[in-house]
T-cell receptor, first 113, second 114 residues
Framework: NAGVTQTPKFQVLKTGQSMTLQCAQD?????MYWYRQDPGMGLRLIYY???????DKGEVPNGYNVSRLNKREFSLRLESAAPSQTSVYFC????????????FGDGTRLSIL | GENVEQHPSTLSVQEGDSAVIKCTYS??????FPWYKQELGKRPQLIID?????GEKKDQRIAVTLNKTAKHFSLHITETQPEDSAVYFC?????????????FGTGTRLQVTL
């Protein structure tokens, strides 16, 4: 059982380039989330999708777009990468109920030069 | 929105001692409080959680307490071992009516020394 799978694991971009981070879960979860993790700042929510067909902004959505492709897949796109977006990005998923834990993928380490 | 504060940011204990990490939250509607452990270069992993209808929960050497009136919750690790060294995050869950979201604390780096 793979759980939450993120690709790629590492990526280096130049300022202004675009890229899409992929996330897929095989736990039949309704909700999916994208976080960024920066030193000393914990995990900050970028976007989330409560269920297939819906997406909403989190705490730090500027510079990002998302697509909930189907129940399994939730992608994060950087249209024009900036050095401030250098971070570790985590995808997570959970059941829709408010008292259920989120399960995380292994993360994508993204550097923007 | 929800705001979660976590203290201390770093904690060093000797093997066998206890460690306590404290968090406060702002939204009285929050009803679910998970704790995650993150080893260097790894994903955050759930180690214990507590729901608002419970005051305390234990799992072997780990326990969590919740005081809803004061809006704070704590993680207690007893008989610490070197493998407990990691960063620990608390979180509080708020429900919008259509989705639940977690707000995380900024983390506590626990070092267990021999």
């Amino acid at each position: 059982n793979a759980g939450v799978t993120q690709t790629p694991k590492f990526q280096v971009l130049k300022t202004g380039q675009s890229m899409t981070l992929q996330c897929a879960q095989d736990m039949n979860h309704n909700s999916m989330y994208w976080y960024r993790q920066d030193p000393g700042m914990g995990l900050r929510l970028i976007y989330y999708s409560a269920s297939e067909g819906t997406t909403d902004k989190g705490e730090v959505p500027n510079g990002y777009n998302v697509s909930r492709l189907n129940k399994r897949e939730f992608s994060l796109r950087l249209e024009s990468a900036a050095p401030s977006q250098t971070s570790v990005y985590f995808c997570a998923s959970s059941l829709l109920d408010p008292d259920q834990p989120q399960h995380f993928g292994d993360g994508t380490r993204l550097s923007i030069l | 929105g929800e705001n979660v504060e976590q203290h201390p940011s770093t904690l060093s204990v000797q093997e066998g001692d206890s460690a306590v990490i404290k968090c406060t939250y702002s939204d009285s509607a929050s009803n679910y409080f998970p704790w995650y452990k993150q080893e260097l270069g790894k994903r955050p992993q759930l180690i214990i959680d507590i729901r608002s209808n419970v005051g305390e929960k234990k799992d072997q050497r780990i326990a969590v307490t919740l005081n809803k009136t004061a809006k704070h919750f704590s993680l207690h690790i007893t008989e610490t071992q070197p493998e407990d060294s990691a960063v620990y995050f608390c979180a509080a869950s708020s429900y919008t009516g259509t989705a639940s979201k977690l707000t995380f604390g900024t983390g506590t780096r626990l070092q267990v020394t021999l």
